[in-house]
């Protein structure tokens, strides 16, 4: 491992002591952070600019959100596909859930170039392989990968597409590991899907480093990953290798966005879901939005086009 980076110099921008704060997304339009909370069902906005943060109630757990044209929000809930203003609030169902949603729900996902909403779902038992990736192209839902394919995951996450639109990630977290996919953009296909990275799954030893979560892509190429349970922030080369390392001052880090005016600030969620009293006490950070200034740039995320 050929390590050139560490960041220490974390801070907290939002005490929000969120139960699952996951999905940060940062809007240049607004110069606003929006994230979710999906345990405790709420949409959220900070501004970064006067430390305050609004909150919206949803029906079910909101799993992951991208910016959509003309406005607004698209967004993944446990039961389907939602249109969400937050101008006034409205929350406008775009199509229903396309799995059991009693042993499933909406997880990581994003937008790519050609306006397409990626939401992968977790199985809740985490016992095999049953979760897939699915599709939001223009109100209309498909399956992009999963199962079926034998490309099934425990828990979908970490999804992010390179530059050029040709390959996509995924990483499946309680199997430590990332994929990468060969994506194609015109078609919106996955092709063969192959190991970029494994972490290892050491979860009773004192030094466990965590296992991939949410993740993204900066303007250089490389992807950087949530470690849940690592109070770390990983940075891989565009071969897997681990290049560089964020330390959080609390463990259950769940995912990363670039946001600020250059897109160098890189925001990291974290949870308090899972912690005991006695864990909290030790972290009282934990669930709060952190944030760290890089020397690369991220990506302006691409819109859900209707």
């Given at each position: 491992?050929?390590?050139?980076?560490?960041?220490?110099?974390?801070?907290?921008?939002?005490?929000a002591?969120?139960?699952?704060?996951?999905?940060?997304?940062?809007?240049?339009?607004?110069?606003?952070?929006?994230?979710?909370?999906?345990?405790?069902?709420t949409?959220?906005?900070?501004?970064?600019?006067?430390?305050s943060?609004?909150?919206?109630?949803?029906?079910?757990?909101?799993?992951?959100?991208?910016?959509?044209?003309?406005?607004?929000?698209?967004?993944?809930?446990?039961?389907?596909?939602?249109?969400?203003?937050?101008?006034?609030?409205?929350?406008?169902k775009?199509?229903?859930?396309?799995y059991?949603?009693?042993?499933?729900?909406?997880?990581?996902?994003?937008?790519?170039?050609?306006?397409?909403?990626?939401?992968?779902?977790?199985?809740?038992?985490?016992?095999?392989?049953?979760?897939?990736?699915?599709?939001?192209?223009?109100?209309?839902?498909?399956?992009?990968?999963?199962?079926?394919?034998?490309?099934?995951?425990?828990?979908?996450?970490?999804?992010?597409?390179?530059?050029?639109?040709?390959?996509?990630?995924?990483?499946?977290?309680?199997?430590?590991?990332?994929y990468?996919?060969?994506?194609?953009?015109?078609?919106?296909?996955?092709?063969?899907?192959?190991?970029?990275?494994?972490?290892?799954?050491?979860?009773t030893?004192?030094?466990?480093?965590?296992?991939?979560?949410?993740?993204?892509?900066?303007?250089?190429?490389?992807?950087?990953?949530?470690?849940?349970?690592?109070?770390?922030v990983?940075?891989?080369?565009?071969?897997?290798?681990?290049?560089?390392?964020?330390?959080?001052?609390?463990?259950?880090v769940t995912?990363?966005?670039?946001?600020?005016?250059?897109?160098?600030?890189?925001?990291?969620?974290?949870?308090?879901?899972?912690?005991?009293?006695?864990?909290?006490?030790?972290?009282?950070?934990?669930?709060?939005?952190?944030?760290?200034?890089?020397?690369?740039?991220?990506?302006?995320e691409?819109?859900?086009?209707?």
């Amino acid at each position: 491992m050929t390590q050139t980076l560490e960041i220490n110099d974390v801070r907290l921008v939002l005490d929000a002591r969120a139960a699952l704060a996951e999905c940060p997304l940062w809007s240049p339009a607004e110069q606003k952070l929006y994230w979710v909370d999906i345990s405790g069902c709420t949409i959220n906005r900070f501004d970064p600019a006067t430390g305050s943060n609004e909150h919206w109630l949803m029906p079910c757990e909101p799993g992951c959100i991208g910016l959509a044209t003309g406005g607004g929000l698209i967004a993944a809930l446990r039961d389907g596909f939602y249109r969400f203003f937050p101008s006034d609030g409205r929350l406008e169902k775009v199509a229903d859930t396309p799995y059991d949603t009693t042993c499933m729900r909406f997880n990581d996902g994003r937008c790519d170039s050609a306006g397409r909403f990626w939401a992968g779902a977790m199985y809740e038992p985490r016992t095999t392989e049953r979760a897939a990736v699915y599709c939001l192209e223009r109100g209309k839902v498909r399956i992009g990968w999963g199962p079926d394919q034998e490309m099934g995951v425990k828990v979908s996450n970490g999804m992010a597409f390179t530059a050029d639109g040709r390959h996509v990630f995924q990483s499946d977290t309680p199997n430590h590991v990332i994929y990468r996919f060969a994506f194609d953009p015109d078609k919106g296909a996955v092709g063969e899907r192959r190991e970029f990275a494994r972490v290892p799954d050491n979860r009773t030893d004192v030094g466990y480093g965590g296992r991939p979560d949410g993740a993204a892509i900066d303007s250089a190429g490389n992807y950087w990953s949530a470690q849940y349970e690592g109070r770390r922030v990983l940075r891989f080369s565009a071969e897997g290798e681990i290049t560089g390392m964020v330390r959080v001052p609390t463990r259950r880090v769940t995912m990363v966005a670039f946001g600020g005016a250059d897109l160098r600030t890189l925001y990291i969620t974290t949870a308090r879901e899972g912690a005991t009293d006695a864990g909290l006490r030790g972290e009282p950070q934990a669930g709060g939005i952190f944030a760290c200034t890089l020397d690369v740039a991220g990506r302006v995320e691409p819109q859900y086009v209707d």
